[in-house]
């Protein structure tokens, strides 16, 4: 066997730990951010000397640490890659799947850096092997989250004039009566943008409805996840309720998730992130069920640096029904 030439096995896997400082205070729905996240990069390498980079941007409110995410890849995934055919791309999602349940920040990691391989090996871009691009621009979101609004405001003025189009307001973490203050603020500096707000979970469900109601007169873009996952039938009233579109982002994670969302009515458009669905693969895996669910989907994001933040750009570009833009601002401005 050591004889066959098998260009494509993996012949290594490296995983490396890294610790990025957040430049900015930032709280959410689910408390104050701390100022240093830890990532995971994977670096994967062919008998043939290829290599891919793949990152995990774990956070905890989603399930997983840099810890858990660097020893899944390191146990379980490891076992299951190590002298496999890398351009099976598919085949070793589905055996990672099989190998190790959840932990989709360790698996997208790994399939990042094997469509990293995969376009090297074809000399092609990846969105170019997914299809094609079907947009050359992804609309960018900022989220306002830092606990000083003013320095928010500031922030929001210079990049509306930037030409950053939408903002997200980070709510759920002060009272109501200050995110009536914080939005209608933000709509007088800064009136051509779209505005958005995200609750990360921070309503309580049985007043959800009544807050939220408040909001619906802002014309705000849409308002995300207001209540926690699990509670998705109250998340279906609100929907069902406001004409504020209503985004899932915790409750909806997979793409049997966003089958039962489609089949339960629990929001209007849903957050698809590549740590949330455990790779490119399985983001349009639900990306395709939203679809054609007549859900649109949007490009949301952990604490994702740049590795991440390109795959996720090659899948939104080459992905027709994500066209709600995206909120890949930490590299740049966070
Ligand atoms: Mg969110």
């Known amino acids: 066997r050591a004889s066959t030439a098998m260009p494509d096995r993996i012949a290594r896997l490296q995983v490396f730990r890294i610790d990025s400082e957040i430049g ?12 240093r996240v830890g990532r995971v990069i994977v670096r ?22 840099a810890d858990t995410t660097a020893a899944a890849i390191d146990g379980p995934l490891r076992a299951t890659l190590e002298g496999a055919d890398a351009t099976r791309i598919a085949a070793l999602a589905d055996e990672m799947d099989h190998a ?41 979101s ?27 307001v980070k709510t759920g973490f002060l009272t109501h009566a200050d995110y009536l203050d914080r939005l209608s603020a933000l709509r007088e500096t800064c009136p051509a943008v779209e505005i ?16 939220c109601r408040d909001l619906d007169a802002l014309e705000l873009g849409f308002i995300e996840q207001p209540i926690r996952r699990g509670q998705e039938r109250v998340l279906a009233m609100i929907a069902a309720a406001l004409d504020t579109p ?25 957050s698809i992130k590549l740590m949330k669905a455990g790779g490119i693969l399985r983001a349009r895996e ?14 949301g994001t952990l604490w994702e640096g740049g590795v991440a933040l390109a795959a996720a750009a090659h899948l939104i570009a080459a992905t027709p029904n ?10 740049r401005y966070v």
């Open 24 to 35: 900015m205070r930032r709280a959410h729905g689910s408390g104050e951010i701390a100022r």
């Open 246 to 270: 209503v985004m899932a982002d915790e409750s909806v994670f997979s793409a049997t998730e966003m089958l039962d969302c489609a089949h339960g009515a629990w929001a209007d458009c849903v």
């Open 100 to 140: 190790l349940m959840g932990h989709p920040e360790a698996k997208a990691a790994v399939e990042m850096a094997l469509w990293d391989i995969a376009g090297r090996r074809a000399g092609a871009p990846v969105h170019a092997l997914l299809g094609g691009a079907v947009r050359v621009a992804i609309p960018l």
């Open 286 to 299: 639900a990306d395709a069920v939203a679809a054609a669910a007549g859900m649109p989907t949007y490009g």
């Open 322 to 331: 994500m066209r709600l833009g995206c909120e890949f601002y930490m590299p």
């Open 142 to 168: 900022f989220s306002i989250a830092d606990p000083d609004f003013a320095a928010d405001l500031d922030r929001a003025r210079a990049m509306a004039e930037e030409g950053i189009g939408i903002f997200k």
């Open 196 to 211: 958005r707000a995200d609750y990360n979970q921070g309503l309580a469900p049985e007043e959800a409805l009544r807050l």
């Open 44 to 65: 994967i390498a062919t008998e043939d000397g290829i290599e891919g980079l793949g990152e995990a941007a774990p956070w905890a409110p989603f399930g997983n640490t």
